[in-house]
Antibody, heavy 115, light 109 residues
Framework: QVQLQESGPGLVRPSETLSLTCSVA????????WNWFRQPAGKGLEWIGR???????KYNPSLKSRVTMSVDTSRSQFSLTMTFVTAADTAVYFC?????????WGRGTLVTVSS | EIVLTQSPGTLSLSPGERATLSCRAS???????LAWYQQKPGQAPRLLVY???SRASGIPDRFSGNGSGTDFTLIIDKLEPEDFADYYC??????????FGGGTKVEIK
């Protein structure tokens, strides 16, 4: 059973860069799509983007200018970088596996943007 | 991008009752690529249904999805105590970006 675990700073200053890593265990990363989602408190889910195991990416157009994803299959990890964050980026960030719908998710990590 | 509108916002029911959740799309969802998730506080979403009507592995048969085009429904037959949660629909037929509805909260009456 594949397991995903998000990690990274829980607090980021406004205008700085948010960096998160998702560690994958229990299965190979090869041949799969890997996603980032976020969910502000009390609100719905937003897809941030996805990366294929080969490194090909697709981003949500609303965030594309600030987001970069990378993958390191040798370390079974993929990462999210988001620049110039504001309070509106405060949310629980989830990583998940899937090219369309997602069956396997991490437990999520709260990122707060505040000075 | 496709906007998904879920109704009602909150559904108040008793255990053993039937829950009917609606998800309406702003335009036709390609290939009826519509999924449903359950989410409990502090937890990740749990995939229930994909392709509008295919139940994910390990999901009890009291959960069923149907619909096509722009109108989709999730039915929970005979609510169990563990079914009280938030539910989200997701379209992935016209993506990227994949989009989600605003959610329906199923609460105990």
């Amino acid at each position: 059973q594949v397991q995903l675990q998000e990690s990274g700073p829980g607090l980021v200053r406004p205008s700085e860069t948010l960096s998160l890593t998702c560690s994958v265990a229990g299965d190979s990363m090869s041949g799969f799509f890997w996603n980032w989602f976020r969910q502000p408190a009390g609100k719905g889910l937003e897809w941030i983007g996805r990366i294929y195991s080969s490194g090909t990416t697709k981003y949500n157009p609303s965030l594309k200018s600030r987001v970069t994803m990378s993958v390191d299959t040798s370390r079974s990890q993929f990462s999210l970088t988001m620049t110039f964050v504001t309070a509106a980026d405060t949310a629980v960030y989830f990583c998940a596996r899937g090219g369309s719908y997602c069956k396997h998710w991490g437990r999520g990590t709260l990122v707060t943007v505040s000075s | 991008e496709i906007v998904l509108t879920q109704s009602p916002g909150t559904l108040s029911l008793s255990p053993g009752e039937r829950a009917t959740l609606s998800c309406r799309a702003s335009e036709r969802v390609g290939s009826n690529y519509l999924a449903w998730y359950q989410q409990k506080p502090g937890q990740a979403p749990r995939l229930l249904v994909y392709g509008a009507s295919s139940r994910a592995s390990g999901i009890p048969d009291r959960f069923s999805g149907n619909g096509s085009g722009t109108d989709f429904t999730l039915i929970i037959d005979k609510l169990e105590p563990e079914d009280f949660a938030d539910y989200y629909c997701q379209q992935y037929g016209n993506s990227p970006p994949t989009t989600f509805g605003g959610g329906t909260k199923v609460e105990i009456k």
